[in-house]
């Protein structure tokens, strides 16, 4: 059964038109991550949560932006995406420190 | 913050040979340490760990080895096999807040 949901798996945008992802989860776990992989490169952090508290990465751009309304979803937001934007989004949580971060299968994002 | 170097970028084996990949950190603080499996298309997946007040661990024909005197930690891979072939990616976690950052990954190819 699937623990970490994203919706939708592919999202195909029109440069500039803000676009939402959206991740839920039932494991109940206190932390949520939002990460971006381009092509063959490293998941790279973009925020990440522990319950409410919520941590912006230095160097994430002022276009991406989240919530997280409750434990169980949290959604990123990109403002007027451009065309490096495209990339798998990555979602993930873990329950405390030193535990397992699991992964959500990501959202595909396509910018044209 | 937090800076994970990993080595090598690429690694060739032929099938039955050990594989052994190599990450560095630089944040003291940072105390779990994961290792992340990822094929291509699909989500990283956890294939061990390492906590900071241990050593070595060892599941089956993985094993994780930390230094963290010299802030270092090995992922070695006996016996290796086709299906091995991936994307390997270290990370470190700091657990006063959570954050869990990428080495840039390590393509493994194993040849029959």
């Known amino acids: 059964d699937a623990m970490v949901i994203q919706n939708p798996r592919y999202q195909v945008t029109q440069f500039g038109k803000p676009v939402t992802l959206s991740c839920s989860q039932t494991l109940n776990h206190n932390v949520m991550y939002w990460y971006q992989q381009k092509s063959s490169q490293a998941p790279k952090l973009l925020f990440h949560?522990?319950?409410?508290?919520?941590?912006n990465e230095a160097d994430t751009p002022d276009n991406f932006q989240s919530r997280r309304p409750n434990t169980s979803f949290c959604f990123l937001d990109i403002r007027s995406p451009g065309l490096g934007d495209a990339a798998m989004y990555l979602c993930a949580t873990s329950g405390t420190a030193n535990t397992e971060a699991f992964f959500g299968q990501g959202t595909r994002l396509t910018v044209v | 913050g937090e800076n994970v170097e990993q080595h090598p970028s690429t690694l060739s084996v032929q099938e039955g040979d050990s594989a052994v990949i190599k990450c560095t950190y630089s944040d003291s603080a940072s105390n779990y340490f994961p290792w992340y499996k990822q094929e291509l298309g699909k989500r990283p997946q956890l294939i061990i760990d390492i906590r900071s007040n241990v050593g070595e661990k060892k599941d089956q024909r993985i094993a994780v080895t930390l230094n963290k005197t010299a802030k270092h930690f090995s992922l070695h891979i006996t016996e290796t096999q086709p299906e091995d072939s991936a994307v390997y990616f270290c990370?470190?976690?700091?657990?006063?807040?959570?954050?869990?950052?990428f080495g840039k990954g390590t393509l493994l190819t194993v040849n029959p």
């Open positions: 949560y522990y319950d409410k508290d919520f941590n």
């Open positions: 990370a470190a976690l700091r657990g006063s807040n959570y954050k869990l950052t």
